[in-house]
């Protein structure tokens, strides 16, 4: 069965450090998505990074990247210069595609809680 | 561009009461649609998701329905709120077709309070 792992619960980051927050992922399937996700405490979802199986290269998108090893089966979100507006609940997702059919579960870590420290 | 709208935002309703969210998308034609749930301080289970008009597929038995009376819109129904109905909903959309990469893209989200 599909899996994802994000075993810190919580982190404190100094503003301006960088950060990792990790994620292991188990799964049989040899194509697959992995999403990382941005939920304030207002509730939304807000997508952050997308890393396909067969990328070459890991993701970035602004001060967000995607540390993936894919040996190891971990995918994990580094946050250069942290900001205050960074404190968040973050969710690591995997995407599988099985045959011609994807229906776009997404399977859902427990998150992990950051808070950037002034 | 695309965006997506779920209300109401905040809802209390007693148990045994009837439920309606409702969820719409606009800038995409033919889009994947998901419903979405949130208990407190965990990550979010798929309820429903939708490829198309009237196409409606159901991850978890449940006491909730789910219709798509129209492309862009997505209904989230319930005949009668039990307690354990409340939560976080996330409406949800994605570009169509198997594409493992194409991101799904969440509503503001609602909160459910059964009382």
């Known amino acids: 069965a599909q899996k994802i792992t994000q075993t810190q619960p919580g982190m404190f980051v100094q503003e301006k450090e960088a950060v990792t927050l990790d994620c292991t992922y188990d799964?049989?399937?040899?194509?697959?998505?992995l999403f990382w996700y941005k939920q304030p405490s207002s509730g939304e979802m807000i997508f952050l990074i997308y890393?396909?199986?067969?990328?070459?290269q890991n993701a970035t998108e602004g001060r967000y990247s995607l540390n993936f090893q894919k040996a190891r089966k971990s995918a994990n979100l580094v946050i250069s210069a942290s900001q205050l507006g960074d404190s968040a609940m973050y969710f690591c997702?995997?995407?599988?595609?099985?045959?011609?059919?994807?229906?776009?579960?997404?399977?859902f870590g427990q998150g992990t809680t950051l808070q950037v420290k002034p | 561009s695309q965006t997506i709208h779920q209300w109401p935002a905040t809802l209390v309703q007693p148990v045994g009461s009837p439920l309606s969210l409702e969820c719409t998308v606009e800038?995409?034609?033919?889009?994947?649609l998901y419903w979405y749930r949130q208990a407190a301080g965990r990550g979010l289970q798929l309820l429903f998701y939708?490829?198309?008009?009237?196409?409606i597929s159901s991850e978890v038995p449940q006491n909730l329905s789910a219709s798509r009376p129209q492309d862009r819109q997505f209904i989230l129904s319930s005949k009668k709120l039990l307690l354990s109905d409340s939560g976080f909903y996330l409406c949800?959309?994605?570009?169509?077709?198997?594409?493992?990469?194409?991101?799904?893209?969440f509503g503001e989200g609602s909160w459910l309070t059964v009382v």
């Open positions: 997702a995997m995407r599988e595609v099985i045959g011609s059919s994807n229906t776009g579960k997404l399977i």
């Open positions: 800038g995409t034609s033919n889009p994947n």
């Open positions: 949800a959309w994605s570009a169509p077709g198997g594409i493992s990469g194409n991101t799904i893209y």
């Open positions: 939708s490829v198309g008009i009237g196409q």
């Open positions: 799964t049989s399937d040899p194509s697959y998505g």
């Open positions: 890393q396909g199986s067969y990328d070459q």
